[in-house]
């Protein structure tokens, strides 16, 4: 079938979970937009599908972001209306307005019914709620989990039962679980017409992907399609798009003189780390690479690895062992004696493909009990700092973790995450400012395990504080900063007022106040003043990226309309109440300006 398992669009509220580095973030309305763009660039607008298209695959329904203890397929202990709320938004405003056309339910469990057996959520939610017309295809093995993690099937058998009667159309990935249906059916305890509909939903997919008129892809057109010279183009641009400049004391951009040095340490700076899930690319370009040739012989570079942070880097390996602490300690000493002779020095720190992965079976782990670098990286980093020069400090990694200490001490922090192949040439560019950093943090950054959860919207009863530390996060949500400054303004509304069911523009200018040309991102957040339930203390409603020269301005405007104001009442239909909305605009979740929105019967 011409299908992509893509893309997941889990709200993901605990970093502990190795799977959040899969995931667009910790905001419904951000994971929507995301997740639209990902499934119309997989399969375009139109059915049936156009050539060099394939149908996307919404995953993973639903809950799989808020797992008990953040570890993968634990239990989602969440309610009715954390999943209405928080976890359905992202799912069913890709179903309304997009031709997606396969979903997969999530391994986990939700108030004691496991996704991949839940018939509320695949058939009266999904395709009855909001009109779902695909395929339900399960995650690998999902079925069989029924009875042999779960426990709500006696046997595999009845396994498959439970699942095609939730409305579970395809077993992936090799339909063991399935395999039972033919003798089920003989035994009268599946009816026909329940395979003719999962069938009938699979022939359609297939007819609307072109497969019987075509049903075999062309290999060598595909050899020279993947890495050729338009994608290096765009994995740079989305490299450059992506990182987050979270810190700078004036430090960068770095500039080049002839008798400086330079030094790059850090058990990352080396490697090129795309994530587990990520095939092999023809280049991949690591932050050394990206300096070195950034730098050619107009300044001397010196370099040094500083730990090393596990033992090997095999994704695929079921054990996974941290590296010789005796080992790492002649390590830094040496990466001491190398940044001790330079003038400058970029320290790139963060995770392997091992320390933040699926974990798949109690025999393969990725899930974390703590948000610290892993292995002996923050013996690294206080030994460089301890040199008193000026210390760049590059995160590469798959969640986000908690680095208090080099908040603090570092002169400048930039969070990559996992740039990609072209991710040592966009570093690069950014750290000697031939590119100037625009992007925005997706998901909060916690000081420690001990505040999570921790994410922007939450309600108003919470993050009272804690005795010995500061209930507020290490970086908001929606943060990063720029090598210029702008100003946002005051929003203003085209109304003062409006009818539950009105809508209204909200415009605000932005303006680059600074010396260089940039990029900012313009958020729109709301919240509903007072109201019959709790509302969360604000919500992301809107956002534009927007790029100015130095002193230009722009007029950015925003639609707010009932969708954007409802909420799920007591009796759990969603409501537009009258009453008043802060509307606000900023550069992020805390920095913000607000304007009264009164809204009447």
């Given at each position: 079938m011409s299908e992509a398992l893509s893309p997941v669009v889990d709200v993901a509220r605990d970093p502990r979970w190795s799977r959040i580095e899969e995931t667009f973030g910790e905001d419904p309305y951000l994971v929507s937009q995301l997740g639209v763009a990902a499934v119309r660039g997989l399969q375009g607008d139109a059915l049936p599908l156009a050539d060099g298209k394939v149908f996307a695959t919404l995953k993973h329904l639903t809950g799989h972001g808020q797992l008990e203890s953040g570890t993968n397929v634990g239990p989602a202990s969440i309610s009715v209306r954390t999943l209405r709320e928080n976890c359905f938004p992202s799912f069913e405003e890709i179903v309304r307005v997009t031709n997606v056309r396969a979903v997969m339910p999530s391994y986990n469990e939700i108030d004691g019914v496991p996704s991949h057996?839940?018939?509320?959520?695949?058939?009266?939610?999904?395709?009855?709620?909001?009109?779902?017309?695909?395929?339900?295809?399960?995650?690998?093995?999902?079925?069989?989990?029924?009875?042999?993690?779960?426990?709500?099937?006696?046997?595999?058998?009845?396994?498959?039962?439970?699942?095609?009667?939730?409305?579970?159309?395809?077993?992936?990935?090799?339909?063991?679980?399935?395999?039972?249906?033919?003798?089920?059916?003989?035994?009268?305890?599946?009816?026909?017409?329940?395979?003719?509909?999962?069938?009938?939903?699979?022939?359609?997919?297939?007819?609307?992907?072109?497969?019987?008129?075509?049903?075999?892809?062309?290999?060598?057109?595909?050899?020279?399609?993947?890495?050729?010279?338009?994608?290096?183009?765009?994995?740079?641009?989305?490299?450059?798009?992506?990182?987050?400049?979270?810190?700078?004391?004036?430090?960068?951009?770095?500039?080049v003189a002839a008798h400086k040095t330079l030094a790059v340490i850090g058990p990352n700076a080396a490697v090129a780390r795309l994530g587990g899930y990520s095939v092999t690319p023809r280049q991949a370009i690591s932050a050394l690479d990206g300096i070195r040739a950034k730098l050619g012989n107009r300044e001397q570079l010196v370099y040094a690895e500083g730990v090393r942070i596990t033992q090997d880097d095999d994704w695929w390996a079921n054990d996974v062992k941290l590296a010789d602490p005796a080992q790492n300690a002649e390590y830094i000493k040496a990466a001491v004696k190398v940044a001790a002779g330079a003038d400058e020095i970029v320290l790139v720190l963060g995770d392997t493909e091992q320390t933040s992965r699926e974990g798949w079976a109690d025999t393969h782990l990725g899930d974390r009990d703590s948000l610290e670098l892993v292995g002996q990286q923050n013996d690294l980093a206080t030994a460089i700092f301890d040199l008193h020069k000026p210390t760049v400090v590059v995160l590469l990694n798959g969640r986000?973790?908690?680095?208090?200490?080099?908040?603090?001490?570092?002169?400048?922090?930039?969070?990559?995450?996992?740039?990609?192949?072209?991710?040592g040439t966009a570093l690069a560019d950014i750290l000697f400012g031939d590119y100037n950093p625009g992007g925005k943090l997706p998901v909060t950054l916690a000081r420690s395990v001990g505040q999570l959860p921790i994410f922007y919207n939450h309600k108003p009863s919470a993050r009272r504080g804690y005795l010995f530390d500061s209930a507020k996060p290490l970086f908001p949500f929606g943060f990063g900063l720029s090598y210029t400054r702008f100003d946002i303004g005051e929003p203003h509304l085209s109304s003062p007022s409006i009818k539950k069911d009105g809508s209204l523009t909200v415009s605000v200018e932005v303006r680059n106040t600074g010396t260089r040309a940039g990029e900012e991102v313009v958020q729109l957040y709301v919240h509903d003043e007072v109201?019959?339930?709790?509302?969360?203390?604000?919500?992301?409603?809107?956002?534009?990226?927007?790029?100015?020269?130095?002193?230009?301005?722009?007029?950015?405007?925003?639609?707010?309309?009932?969708?954007?104001?409802?909420?799920?009442?007591?009796?759990?239909?969603?409501?537009?109440?009258?009453?008043s909305f802060s509307i606000m605009v900023g550069p992020n979740s805390q920095d913000l300006k607000k304007a009264v929105l009164t809204v009447t019967d």
């Open positions: 057996g839940n018939r509320w959520l695949l058939h009266d939610v999904l395709r009855g709620e909001w009109g779902f017309k695909g395929a339900v295809v399960s995650d690998y093995g999902g079925i069989e989990q029924l009875m042999s993690l779960h426990h709500v099937a006696p046997d595999l058998a009845s396994a498959a039962i439970r699942a095609l009667n939730a409305g579970v159309d395809v077993d992936l990935p090799g339909g063991v679980a399935y395999g039972t249906l033919v003798a089920s059916v003989r035994q009268g305890r599946v009816a026909e017409v329940q395979i003719d509909a999962a069938v009938r939903r699979i022939l359609e997919l297939k007819f609307l992907a072109g497969l019987f008129e075509h049903p075999y892809a062309d290999a060598a057109a595909a050899e020279a399609l993947t890495g050729n010279a338009e994608a290096p183009a765009v994995a740079l641009d989305a490299a450059r798009r992506a990182a987050v400049l979270l810190k700078n004391d004036g430090v960068l951009p770095l500039s986000p973790p908690a680095v208090v200490n080099i908040a603090a001490r570092a002169n400048a922090l930039i969070e990559g995450w996992y740039l990609g192949q072209e991710g109201s019959t339930v709790t509302r969360p203390v604000k919500e992301l409603k809107g956002f534009q990226r927007v790029a100015l020269s130095a002193g230009k301005s722009k007029t950015l405007t925003f639609e707010i309309g009932p969708r954007a104001l409802q909420f799920w009442n007591a009796d759990m239909q969603p409501v537009v109440e009258p009453g």
